[in-house]
């Protein structure tokens, strides 16, 4: 069992930047492999960006995200990062965290096992 707790959303200009921060308690946490993802109001939940097992080397990233976000991992912390440089008004979304057990670098919402509670993030324009 994997608990999630997402933090540093906010409200930001355009242009900004934002740090989110997933820690996890239960298992065994460089065993699993993490994620984010958002959901904007009135539209469904989205990919956006996941890091592999243990090391954390492979990521993947959304088309819309690519250049401008970062996601890391610190096992030793147990903690999962999601940098957020030159936000922009379509970033507006809840950000949530999530883990997955048997898939790399799943992008499907189905694929992931454990979700945290997210996280608001608002960009102004």
């Known amino acids: 069992q994997v608990q999630l707790v997402e933090s540093g959303g906010g409200l930001v200009q355009a242009g900004g930047s934002l740090r989110l921060s997933c820690a996890a308690s239960?298992?065994?946490?460089?065993?699993?492999?993490m994620g984010w993802f958002r959901q904007a109001s009135g539209k469904e939940r989205e990919f956006v960006a996941a890091?592999?097992?243990?090391?954390?080397?492979?990521?993947s990233y959304a088309d819309s995200v690519k250049g401008r976000f970062t996601i890391s991992r610190d096992n030793a912390k147990k903690t999962v990062y999601l940098q957020m440089n030159n936000l922009k008004p379509e970033d507006t979304a809840v950000y949530y965290c999530?883990?997955?057990?048997?898939?790399?670098?799943?992008?499907?919402?189905?694929?992931?096992?454990?979700w945290g509670q997210g996280t608001q993030v608002t960009v102004s324009s």
């Open positions: 999530a883990a997955e057990r048997t898939t790399p670098l799943a992008t499907l919402v189905q694929k992931y096992d454990y």
């Open positions: 239960g298992g065994t946490f460089s065993t699993y492999a």
């Open positions: 890091v592999s097992w243990s090391s954390g080397s492979i990521t």
